[in-house]
């Protein structure tokens, strides 16, 4: 089973709608490449995002789980939709814009095949495209380790959310939804997902062969570090003589 395949007709109700990350993400293509019209994003979940974007874009998401993308496709007809590996994907296209954000990243469980990521975004955009993510910090896993769990009530369900970082990098969040039911009763659904903790010298250093960092960004507009809530990255795919995209 692929993560997320448990919580995922819960998820948005969870979540919310992701305005801000959208905000984020489009005032990005607006300053660096604006005339911007083919985009990919990786781990797309729900759709939510992709949906965000609006209609002036042609859409293409990939996740590995077919529940999340049973959702995304009620809420994205138009948008092209697969299921598929963020390491190893090959879609045959390159693509103006390749988005990975709400740790999907972190979800990568192995350094290595971050690099592989890389290696795969890198190979779908046209020279001086743009390679938009963001990811949980060492710092940020590390807080949530040391919190109580999250308890959530929505929709009438409960949510329990915990992070265990003691086998650090490896965080390992435990998801409980207790679902009610008509009958008032609740059904335990508990999924464990795994979580990455990387330095961001490595993720720096991992980008520069293909990319050049255009932006960084903590959640106060300061260049991230490790201790960091969150990073906010926009890289541009490097090409001989490339200029920027207008």
């Excluded at 604006?34 to 797309?44: D, I, K, M, Y």
């Excluded at 759709?47 to 529940?67: E, H, N, T, Y």
């Excluded at 380790?145 to 999250?150: T, Y």
């Excluded at 961001?200 to 570090?225: I, K, M, N, Q, Y």
């Amino acid at each position: 089973m692929a993560q997320y395949d448990t919580f995922a007709r819960f998820y948005d109700g969870v979540n919310g709608e992701p305005e801000d990350r959208v905000r984020q993400i489009l005032a990005a293509l607006d300053e660096f490449y604006p005339s911007a019209h083919t985009v990919l994003e990786l781990g797309c979940g729900t759709g939510a995002v992709l949906a965000g974007l609006g209609s002036g874009f042609s859409l293409i998401g990939l996740d590995q789980s077919r529940a999340m993308l049973d959702v995304a496709r009620r809420r994205c007809p138009d948008a092209r939709l697969l299921e598929g590996d963020l390491t190893t994907f090959d879609l045959g296209t390159r693509v103006d814009v390749v988005i990975c954000v709400f740790d999907t990243l972190n979800h990568v469980t192995d350094f290595a095949l971050w690099r592989a990521v890389f290696a795969r975004v890198a190979a779908h955009l046209v020279e001086g495209g743009l390679f938009v993510f963001d990811l949980n910090t060492v710092g940020r896993l590390r807080e949530l380790g040391d919190v109580a769990p999250w308890v959530h009530d929505f929709d009438g369900h409960v949510l329990i959310m915990d992070v265990d970082y003691t086998a650090a990098p490896l965080a390992r969040w435990n998801i409980r939804v207790f679902e009610q039911g008509d009958d008032r009763r609740f059904a335990l659904h508990a999924e464990t997902i795994l979580e990455l903790g990387v330095e961001l010298a490595r993720v720096r250093e991992a980008l520069a062969g293909d990319f050049d960092v255009v932006l960084e960004s903590d959640t106060r507009g300061a260049r991230p570090t490790d201790e960091s809530t969150r990073a906010f990255f926009v890289a541009r795919r490097r090409g001989a003589g490339v200029a920027a995209p207008v």
